[in-house]
């Protein structure tokens, strides 16, 4: 049985893992993470596409390939999770099942992370587990496409 593509993606700063804010984000880096991300997705039959970046447009360009390219997205959007109509619009535009991930639980920060422009729009959530929080995300997304 041929692999399942799920594209996993970040959002602005992501890039700076392991060196911005490590008490807040671990130390481990974006690079690190993809490696740790891609055994896992192996492990569980699916093939990742790993990819990060800053811009806004770029997201929005990343969501709606992996709309055509995927059977899955995970995203931590990051910082547009709580600012990005356009982000929100590329995600409820998608076919796809969608988990929302982020390192930290944005609810027990600063009042303006309380704010979510995607939790309606995503199939589900990982939220405040770490890098340990990727690998579920992982894990739960071989569930749902499991039954496709």
């Not at 390939?65 to 356009?86: E, P």
């Not at 992982?138 to 569930?143: I, V």
Request: charged share 20%; net charge negative; with cysteine.
């Amino acid at each position: 049985m041929k692999a399942k593509r799920v594209t996993m993606l970040g959002g602005p700063n992501l890039g700076l893992l392991g060196s911005r804010e490590p008490d807040v984000y671990g130390t481990v880096t974006w690079s690190e993470l993809e490696t740790l991300c891609n055994d896992w997705a192996s492990g569980l039959g699916l093939d990742l596409v790993f990819a990060q970046t800053d811009g806004e447009g770029d997201l929005v360009g990343l969501i709606g390939r992996a709309g055509v390219d995927s059977s899955g997205l995970i995203i931590n959007a990051a910082a547009y999770t709580h600012t990005s109509v356009a982000v929100r619009d590329a995600l409820s535009a998608l076919s796809i099942p969608v988990i929302e991930l982020h390192l930290t639980n944005p609810d027990a920060r600063e009042p303006f992370r309380r704010r979510n422009m995607i939790r309606d729009v995503v199939t589900a959530g990982v939220f405040g587990l770490g890098i340990p929080g990727y690998r579920l995300a992982l894990a739960g997304m071989a569930e749902l496409l499991a039954d496709n």
